[in-house]
């Protein structure tokens, strides 16, 4: 009954494959890698190649066929006594065809000028570096020099707004207090320092520095003592006459004058030319004096050569002028 059933299922008459009967599929043929020696030859062929161009020319672009192209290059190295075999000589003409071993340079983009900036590092670098170690450098100089010495400048200013003139502008006006004898000067201070003590709210040094300024010739001119004396040397003339610009008809009479202090010394004073309205720092200048005061020292010169009333007025401590011993008028100049 068992046999009976396996003829049944087998009914076709044909034969189940058996296990060993099923073969695996054909593998695909690959082409077997060059050796490295095998690949140095081809190399070399394609350079052959490439320095005979003029037979690649002929031979491939010509009637030739490939085959006569490797039978000259087998011929080329049988001279040079090297064996290569037609497989490495057919490598070595695909390769040449195929572009192989030929280097194309990359296109130009941002990654390939990026590559050439890098490998060319060691021309610039140092460039770049000293640069930037400059910049460094300057950078820390302006900060700690110049802006360091800015901020202390502001810094100064400041004490010195708040506190150093202001101390300085009092105590000049005290001294000019203390040492005047007369009221002017006195009123002359009082009106300095309060146009200062102004600049100092407003933070105007300048105007601050001015009434300081100011303060400091009054206190000076106030210390200050000495004899306006008429000169009387050789080589010096002792007095001149002009006739005023402004009046041709009219004549001005000017004696030569000095201040000297106790010792004899020259001082140097600041004298406004009523010729032209300019004040100039000067040792000897011309005092305008009336015509018949000019008469009588010139008067007293001729008769001996000697100006005998020579001073014509003294300055005292804590005064501001002069005190004439005889009448003057009101000018002077610098030049004549």
Same mark, same amino acid.
């Given at each position: 009954?068992?046999?009976?059933?396996?003829?049944?299922?087998?009914?076709?008459?044909?034969?189940?494959?058996?296990?060993?009967?099923?073969?695996?599929?054909?593998?695909?043929?690959?082409?077997?890698?060059?050796?490295?020696?095998?690949?140095?030859?081809?190399?070399?062929?394609?350079?052959?190649?490439?320095?005979?161009?003029?037979?690649?020319?002929?031979?491939? %672009?010509?009637?030739?066929?490939?085959?006569?192209?490797?039978?000259?290059?087998?011929?080329?190295?049988? *001279?040079?006594?090297?064996?290569?075999?037609?497989?490495?000589?057919?490598?070595?003409?695909?390769?040449?065809?195929?572009?192989?071993?030929?280097?194309?340079?990359?296109?130009?983009?941002?990654?390939?000028?990026?590559?050439?900036?890098?490998?060319?590092?060691?021309?610039?670098?140092?460039?770049?570096?000293?640069?930037?170690?400059?910049?460094?450098?300057?950078?820390?100089?302006?900060?700690?020099?110049?802006?360091? *010495?800015?901020?202390?400048? #502001?810094?100064?200013?400041?004490?010195?707004?708040?506190?150093?003139?202001?101390?300085?502008?009092?105590?000049?006006?005290? %001294?000019?207090?203390?040492?005047?004898?007369?009221?002017?000067?006195?009123?002359?201070?009082?009106?300095?320092? #309060?146009?200062?003590?102004?600049?100092?709210?407003?933070?105007?040094?300048?105007?601050?520095?001015? #009434?300081?300024?100011?303060?400091?010739?009054?206190?000076? *001119?106030?210390?200050?003592?000495?004899?306006?004396?008429?000169?009387?040397?050789?080589?010096?003339?002792?007095?001149?006459?002009?006739?005023?610009?402004? /009046?041709?008809?009219?004549?001005?009479?000017?004696?030569?004058?000095?201040?000297?202090?106790?010792?004899? /010394?020259?001082?140097?004073?600041?004298?406004?030319?009523?010729?032209?309205?300019? %004040?100039?720092?000067?040792?000897?200048?011309?005092?305008?004096? %009336?015509?018949?005061?000019?008469? /009588?020292?010139?008067?007293?010169?001729?008769?001996?050569?000697?100006? *005998?009333?020579?001073?014509?007025?003294?300055?005292?401590?804590?005064?501001?002028?002069?005190?004439? /011993?005889?009448?003057?008028?009101?000018? #002077?100049?610098?030049?004549?």
């Amino acid at each position: 009954m068992e046999k009976e059933q396996t003829a049944g299922v087998s009914g076709s008459g044909a034969k189940r494959p058996t296990a060993t009967s099923i073969k695996e599929p054909t593998s695909i043929k690959r082409k077997k890698p060059l050796a490295l020696d095998e690949v140095m030859l081809a190399m070399d062929v394609v350079d052959t190649l490439r320095h005979r161009q003029d037979l690649v020319l002929r031979e491939l %672009s010509g009637e030739a066929k490939e085959k006569q192209l490797i039978k000259k290059l087998r011929e080329i190295y049988a *001279q040079q006594g090297i064996e290569v075999p037609d497989n490495i000589l057919k490598e070595g003409v695909a390769a040449l065809n195929e572009s192989r071993f030929t280097y194309e340079p990359p296109k130009s983009s941002f990654k390939v000028s990026l590559a050439k900036l890098y490998v060319s590092r060691s021309k610039w670098g140092r460039w770049v570096l000293g640069s930037f170690l400059a910049i460094i450098i300057g950078g820390a100089y302006y900060q700690f020099s110049y802006v360091g *010495q800015q901020e202390q400048n #502001a810094k100064q200013a400041i004490i010195e707004l708040n506190e150093t003139m202001p101390a300085k502008m009092e105590q000049l006006y005290q %001294s000019i207090f203390d040492e005047t004898k007369v009221q002017s000067a006195q009123k002359q201070a009082e009106e300095i320092l #309060a146009r200062g003590k102004i600049a100092l709210k407003e933070q105007d040094k300048k105007a601050a520095q001015a #009434a300081i300024n100011n303060l400091t010739k009054i206190r000076d *001119q106030l210390r200050q003592e000495y004899s306006l004396t008429i000169v009387n040397r050789e080589g010096v003339q002792s007095g001149f006459w002009t006739f005023p610009e402004i /009046n041709t008809d009219a004549t001005n009479y000017y004696l030569v004058v000095e201040a000297l202090d106790k010792a004899g /010394n020259k001082i140097s004073l600041p004298i406004l030319s009523e010729e032209t309205g300019k %004040s100039k720092n000067v040792d000897i200048w011309g005092l305008r004096v %009336s015509e018949e005061l000019y008469a /009588n020292i010139a008067s007293d010169k001729r008769d001996d050569g000697i100006i *005998q009333q020579n001073i014509l007025g003294e300055k005292a401590y804590g005064y501001l002028d002069v005190t004439y /011993n005889v009448s003057v008028l009101d000018g #002077a100049v610098t030049e004549w």
